[in-house]
């Protein structure tokens, strides 16, 4: 037997916050190369005699996309510092999931569109990136769960 009998659920509880991390880094890893593949991509496709990157729809979209990616990545870097430090909370790393999570299907999505009707072929990475950033929102917790548990700490 592992640990004390009946006590098994707190020791899976216990590790959920670095879990939740795990997924989060993963979803900014994701949404990282995918935005990289969809520069490249777009600078590369021609559309009305042009790059579709001369565009500046698309110039605003990479911009976003680029300035929150950054953002996340810089807020899980901390939740892996408190994690190496012991300090890693729930609710933290709920923030972690929750935002990360939705910041990488919107990616998905927003460079989906981008590549056109290419991106919805599965010839193309990013059409296999928008499919497996769905479930990143349901495992771990689902992102309604994240919710509840950060508000519940807010409203304490
Ligand atoms: C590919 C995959 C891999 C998985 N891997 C693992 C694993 O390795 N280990 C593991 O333990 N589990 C794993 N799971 C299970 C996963 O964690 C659950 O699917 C997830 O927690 C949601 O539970 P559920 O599917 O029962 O949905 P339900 O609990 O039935 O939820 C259905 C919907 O209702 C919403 N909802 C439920 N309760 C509330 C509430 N109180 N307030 C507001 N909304 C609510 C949910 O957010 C969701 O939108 C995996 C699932 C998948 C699909």
Known sequence: MLGEEGRGFIY???????????IAIG????AKAVLESTV???????????TVASFQNT??????????????EVYTDRCTELLL?????TVTASKAKLLTTDL???????????FGGW?????YPVCRAFADSRIQRI??????IMKLIISRDLLS
């Open 12 to 22: 899976l509880m216990q590790d959920l916050p670095q879990e939740r991390l795990s």
């Open 27 to 30: 979803a900014v890893a994701n």
């Open 40 to 50: 490249a991509y777009t600078k590369e496709r021609k559309a009305f005699g042009t």
């Open 59 to 72: 110039q605003f979209k990479l911009a976003e996309m680029a300035a929150e990616i950054d953002m996340a």
């Open 85 to 89: 430090e012991g300090k890693l909370d």
């Open 104 to 114: 990488q299907c919107k990616v998905a999505d927003e460079c989906l569109q981008l």
């Open 119 to 123: 991106g919805y072929m599965w010839e």
């Open 139 to 144: 495992y771990g917790g689902t992102n309604e």
